[in-house]
């Protein structure tokens, strides 16, 4: 069973940037679309970025588009978000997920396994 644990979150000028991590143990990734989601406080949770299982694919939510890239690194067995121009909108629990057959989802229902997320806080 994989597990994912997300780090690198922590509290943030808006306009700054933080590169959020997440390790994977007890499984590789390199068989998994790997995705991104949110959660602000009273909000449901939202798809934030999503990348395929060899990362040569990548899709991101209009709210995030050219501030926020997805990357993977296989050999490492991690995933990546790097955020820049950070907004206080963007506050939230950020997850770490992973998908069945490497393919790219923005609905939640498409992932499999989730980390239990790290805190991103935007003051303005």
């Known amino acids: 069973q994989v597990q994912l644990v997300e780090s690198g979150g922590g509290l943030v000028q808006a306009g700054g940037s933080l590169r959020l991590s997440c390790a994977a143990s007890?499984?590789?990734?390199?068989?998994?679309?790997m995705g991104w989601f949110r959660q602000a406080p009273g909000k449901e949770r939202e798809f934030v970025a999503t990348?395929?299982?060899?990362?040569?694919?990548?899709r991101y939510a209009d709210s995030v588009k050219g501030r926020f890239f997805i990357s993977r690194d296989n050999d490492k067995n991690s995933v990546y978000l790097q955020m820049n121009g950070l907004k206080p909108e963007d506050t939230g629990v950020y997850y770490c997920?992973?998908?069945?057959?490497?393919?790219?989802?923005?609905?939640?229902?498409?992932?499999?396994?989730w980390g239990q997320g790290t805190q991103v806080t935007v003051s303005s």
């Open positions: 997920a992973a998908s069945l057959g490497g393919i790219l989802s923005m609905a939640t229902t498409g992932y499999r396994y």
């Open positions: 007890g499984g590789t990734l390199s068989s998994y679309g």
């Open positions: 990348i395929s299982w060899r990362g040569g694919s990548t």
